[in-house]
Every structure is written in C-alpha cells, then in structure tokens.
C-alpha cells in the first residue's frame, strides 16, 4: 500500500508538516521543503525524522522561531554525535539540544559567556560526549564564526549524555554531577587539600562515587567483606572519618543513605589523594 504525503506547511528548507493518515506530523530530511508549496508531495526517500505533531507542537514553533542554520547545525552535530558514539541517539531530545545550541549562539553575539561549574567533573564522567561537545564548539566556529569556550562544549556534552536514554533528563543529570561536586568540595575542605584536575586518583574518586550513586538509587550494594572494612577503618583513619562526613551530607542534603560498603571503597578513594 502506498502512502501518500502532502505538505501542510513548510517550516524551513529541511522540515515540513505533512498528512499521513489522517494524522499530522513534522517531518525531517535534506531539502524536503526546498522549492515547494502547500499540498506538493513529499519525496519520501528524504525524511530522516518523523514526529507526531500534536506531541511535538514546541518543536513546531522552535523551527519557526530560530534561524535555519542554527536547526541546520544541530543535525550535524547529532549525526557526529551518533557516528562517534555508535547509537541512535533519542529523538525526543532533539527539541531541548536545538533549543539549547540555538540560544546559547545568540547569547555569545551578544558576548554573554556562562560559566559551566560542572565543568571539570562533566570532562571526567562523560568524556566521550565532551570530546562531541569540544568538535560541536569547533563546527560552530567554522560555519559560524563565533567562538565558544569549554565550558559550552560541557554545556552540549550533558545534552548528548541524555540524548543516550530513552526518556532521559537532562536535568536528573545536572543533578547527579552537581551533588558529585558537591561531595569533591566536602573531601578538599575536610582535608585541608587542593585537587589537581590533572590526578588519575581524583578522575578515579569521581568515577566511583558516580557509581555509587546509581548503586544507591537502584538498592544495589557494592559488597566488601566485613573484615577488610574493619581493616580499612583502623588503617585509614582520617580518610574514613571524611568518608562518613561524605555520606552524612549525601544523607542530609539528598536523602541518600551510602552503606558502609559503599563507605569502605571511597576511604581507599580519599587515601590516595591525601598520599598525593
């Protein structure tokens, strides 16, 4: 059975609103409305994305709104984005990124620069999708002319990260990294000590205490033998007192109980940055 598909209304060179069976959509390809009118068919071998209009009616008005290169740019960097990382990234995302990348070009016209303070643990947790984030700056440079800083480039690299979920948000992610912040800023102030970025055992603290978190959100313990806990605490002294100072804020502040386990590894994760 063939379908046919007309064009309702064009809302840029490479998107359009189009009938299929009765129902509305956007549709999204190279060129799908360039040069053509209201009820002119849709070349079909183009379309890349499809969305249902009445669940994407923000997207609607964000393709009218912003400039067609903007929208234009964002395709590229998705398509990077899927090719480095190997996965189709989720549709549904495709609103918040264009919304973002689109907004923040704007904001640099006018030389307003947003200080990313997750900016050094976004590097750590989700380098993959900084390193998209650095080439997205760069590609923006080069067809735009406008530079960004780094800090963007983290900015782009959370969007990614969610864009990896279904039905991810961006804003649980913010979440995380800032409470991953938050307790390196506990561990540096309780210690007395300053962090170099730099350090394999700060990007190895990072990386546990973020998956201690997911453990302890999904009830799953990393087990340690009851033993080598009692020998960590009586070896470790000052790193296990900071450990549990960690899992009191956690608890206080976010309603987050890290068991003792949990409080084991990140002793021997603090050990190492006192010994360096």
């Not at 506990?186 to 990072?206: F, G, M, N, P």
């Amino acid at each position: 059975m063939i379908i046919v598909m007309r064009i309702m209304k064009i809302l840029n060179n490479n998107a359009v609103i189009i009938k299929e069976e009765n129902q509305e959509k956007i549709a999204i390809g190279a060129g799908l409305g360039f040069h053509k009118g209201k009820n002119d068919l849709v070349d079909q071998s183009k379309i890349e994305k499809l969305f249902v209009l009445k669940e994407n009616e923000k997207l609607e008005q964000l393709l009218l709104r912003i400039p067609e290169e903007h929208f234009t740019l964002t395709e590229e960097i998705i398509a990077y984005a899927e090719q480095k990382l190997r996965i189709k990234l989720n549709s549904h995302v495709l609103l918040a990124i264009t919304d973002h990348i689109s907004f923040a070009i704007e904001r640099e016209k006018q030389g307003i620069h947003l200080q990313n303070k997750l900016l050094h643990e976004i590097k750590i947790l989700y380098k993959e999708e900084f390193e998209i984030g650095l080439w997205a700056i760069h590609h923006i440079k080069e067809k735009l002319g406008i530079e960004m800083v780094n800090d963007e480039a983290a900015f782009i690299a959370l969007h990614i990260h969610t864009m990896k979920v279904q039905g991810g948000d961006v804003r649980e992610v913010v979440k995380q990294t800032s409470i991953i912040r938050d307790i390196v800023e506990t561990i540096k102030d309780y210690l007395h000590v300053s962090i170099r970025e730099q350090d394999l055992a700060y990007e190895r603290l990072i990386t546990h205490i973020r998956f201690a978190l997911d453990r302890a959100s999904n009830y799953n313990v990393h087990a340690m033998d009851e033993e080598m806990l009692t020998m960590i605490k009586r070896k470790f002294p000052v790193a296990y007192d900071c450990a549990k100072v960690v899992a009191k804020r956690l608890l206080d502040q976010h309603g987050i109980d890290l068991p003792d386990e949990e409080l084991g590894y990140i002793t021997l994760h603090i050990e190492r940055l006192r010994e360096n």
